[in-house]
């Protein structure tokens, strides 16, 4: 079975580790998985429930499941990109 895991270092004035894992798309729902992991490494303010945290997992499974985080992932990432307005500015 596919399986394929990629997991990269960003540093800024923390450290994050993102991992991705999945198995591509599946022609059934059964089987497919999504599996992100965030860690800090160092100094990352990473919080899950208003709880400071080291790492979070979340696993979506299913093949709809894998193409509405792809659309939610897509849609966050153009918020942050094109939305740069400073709190300052309000």
Not at 15 to 35: A, M, P
Not at 45 to 66: A, D, H, M, S, W
Not at 80 to 85: A, I, P, R
């Given at each position: 079975?596919?399986?394929?895991?990629v997991t990269e270092i960003f540093c800024y004035d923390a450290v994050l580790q993102t991992t991705v894992?999945?198995?591509g798309n599946c022609?059934?729902?059964?089987?497919?998985f999504v599996?992100?992991?965030?860690e800090d490494l160092c100094g990352t303010n990473l919080y899950l429930n208003n709880k400071e945290v080291e790492k979070i997992e979340?696993?979506?499974k299913g093949?709809?499941?894998?193409?509405?985080?792809?659309?939610?992932?897509?849609?966050?990432?153009?918020?942050?990109?094109?939305?740069?307005?400073t709190?300052?500015?309000d």
């Amino acid at each position: 079975m596919y399986k394929r895991k990629v997991t990269e270092i960003f540093c800024y004035d923390a450290v994050l580790q993102t991992t991705v894992e999945h198995n591509g798309n599946c022609k059934y729902s059964d089987g497919c998985f999504v599996n992100l992991i965030f860690e800090d490494l160092c100094g990352t303010n990473l919080y899950l429930n208003n709880k400071e945290v080291e790492k979070i997992e979340i696993t979506f499974k299913g093949q709809y499941e894998r193409e509405l985080l792809i659309k939610s992932l897509k849609m966050v990432i153009n918020e942050l990109e094109n939305n740069t307005k400073t709190f300052e500015e309000d």
